[in-house]
């Protein structure tokens, strides 16, 4: 295994054992137990952003993602709870994500509990960065599915809460799939708002317009799914 890879038992016993439940390491063993029970065998480290001196995927107010090692082999994400988050469990979130799974939409969820949600690994460009160096062809392509899937959603009364703000919540593999991240804030029976939300950020008051118009020029949403 190469440096940047650690074991469960090398990260119970280096400084990255403050990673299971970070800030603090009260509950690391807890993790531990459910990650090996999850089949994780160990963090591979990489990612722009660093958490006591090791690369990460992603560290946000509620968790920090990092990249696992299956026993099938398979590369993974891992979210773990962050121990000074109050706000919700993570079986909460990975229930919506997994509702938004069947509708054949977000990063799949292959197990879960309060404090870990082990996902699929999906690598791709953030939507800004994909916009701007992507075809006019391929743009409408992604638009047009995710629009699709804020409408699924929004028929399914699910409800994503955070889509105002796409550049953070959508990621587009090689294979130009966009998929929606970070249901945390989710919830079943709200505001049918995701179509909403997603089309006042591409067309109408978000960042990402302008780089939207240059390619495409001026388009309402709903051409987009024409």
Do not use: W
Request: proline fraction near 2%; charged fraction near 20%.
């Amino acid at each position: 295994m190469s440096q940047n890879f650690l074991t469960l038992d090398e990260i119970m016993r280096s400084r990255a054992r403050k990673l299971l439940c970070y800030p603090l390491c009260s509950r690391s063993r807890k993790v531990l137990e459910d990650l090996s029970n999850f089949g994780v065998l160990g963090f591979r480290f990489r990612g722009r952003t660093q958490v006591e001196g090791y690369n990460v995927l992603g560290k946000g107010h509620s968790a920090i993602v990092v990249e696992a090692l299956l026993s099938d082999g398979r590369a993974a994400a891992v979210k773990l709870r962050r121990s000074d988050y109050s706000g919700k469990t993570l079986d909460i979130e990975a229930k919506m994500q997994s509702l938004a799974n069947t509708l054949g939409i977000g990063v799949p969820v292959y197990a879960y509990t309060d404090d870990v949600i082990v996902m699929a690994l999906v690598d791709g460009l953030r939507l800004y960065d994909f916009i701007s160096v992507a075809s006019p062809l391929d743009i409408r392509r992604v638009l047009s599915s995710l629009m699709l899937q804020c409408y699924k959603m929004d028929l399914e009364g699910l409800s994503h809460y955070q889509l105002s703000n796409p550049n953070k919540h959508v990621i587009i593999n090689a294979e130009l799939v966009p998929y929606i991240l970070d249901f945390g804030k989710a919830a079943l029976g709200g505001k049918k708002s995701n179509v909403t939300a997603i089309t006042q950020a591409l067309f109408i008051s978000g960042r990402i317009r302008g780089t939207i118009e240059q390619k495409l020029g001026s388009v309402a949403g709903s051409k987009i799914l024409e």
